[in-house]
């Protein structure tokens, strides 16, 4: 996927300054930067979701996983599944409910499941619709350190059955370093840093990648 001079301005406010950007197939794209650095104007972007100058070229249907899990709070748990499924692909559900860890709440409501199970549904979720690119703006963010870490070794455990091509928004450095082959930064709409990270997701969640520091520095420069 190719993102040529994108420049996307709500009224007199510059989101995104003239974006260039390669995103290598099959690889997870980290994308940090401050709040209003144009993170999630660029996953809308790339979605369609917006008006912009510029062209994006090499984007196939995409599923989106959001921060919060939006779920349909009138459907069930398979409900909500089947809501982005032709009829034909519901036979996939059972099996990803197993891989999440929510067999048997196939029924249950939204309101009857943790925060956790919520998210591991809206990951399902993400997964089952049919997809070439994901789109992931900070799913992890409001969780508790156990919980992202093992929501995070799910989400690498999916992504591993056919290693579609993922961008991921975050804020947290530690999560890009973990999860992502790279990093683009963002600043005021610009890309100032694009940083590889070596090996493979999901890298060992307690230790500290020495690219950790790489982005620290870089944030902290802006």
């Known amino acids: 996927m190719t ?3 994108i ?3 709500y ?6 300054d003239d974006v ?6 099959g690889k997870i794209t980290a994308v940090l930067g401050e709040s209003g650095a144009g993170k999630t104007t660029l996953l809308n972007v790339i979605a ?3 008006p912009f100058e510029g062209t994006v070229e090499g984007v196939g249907k995409v599923s989106y996983l959001f921060q919060s899990p939006k779920l349909l709070p009138n459907l069930t748990v398979e409900g909500n599944l089947k809501f ?3 009829k034909e692909n519901y036979k996939n559900i059972a099996l990803m409910l197993r891989k999440v860890g929510l067999e048997g709440k196939e029924n249950s409501y939204p309101k009857q499941l943790s925060g956790g199970e919520r998210q591991r549904v809206a990951i399902a979720r993400a997964f089952l619709f049919p997809h070439e690119i994901l789109l992931m703006d900070e799913p992890f963010s409001s969780l508790d350190l156990s919980l992202k870490k ?13 290693k579609e091509t993922v961008v991921f928004v975050t804020h947290d450095v530690h999560e890009a370093a973990v999860l992502a082959h790279r990093a683009v930064l963002l600043h ?7 940083i590889p990270i070596a090996g493979e997701p999901l890298r060992d969640f307690f230790s500290r990648p020495a690219e950790e520091n790489t982005l620290v520095h870089a944030l902290m420069r802006e």
């Open 3 to 5: 993102l040529n001079h």
């Open 7 to 9: 420049t996307k301005k």
């Open 11 to 16: 009224g007199e406010t510059t989101a995104l």
């Open 20 to 25: 260039s950007l390669d995103i290598e197939e």
């Open 48 to 50: 369609g979701n917006l």
């Open 84 to 86: 982005v499924l032709e």
């Open 150 to 162: 093992s929501l995070l070794a799910l989400t690498v455990e999916l992504w591993r059955e056919r």
């Open 188 to 194: 005021r709409g610009k890309v100032t840093d694009d």
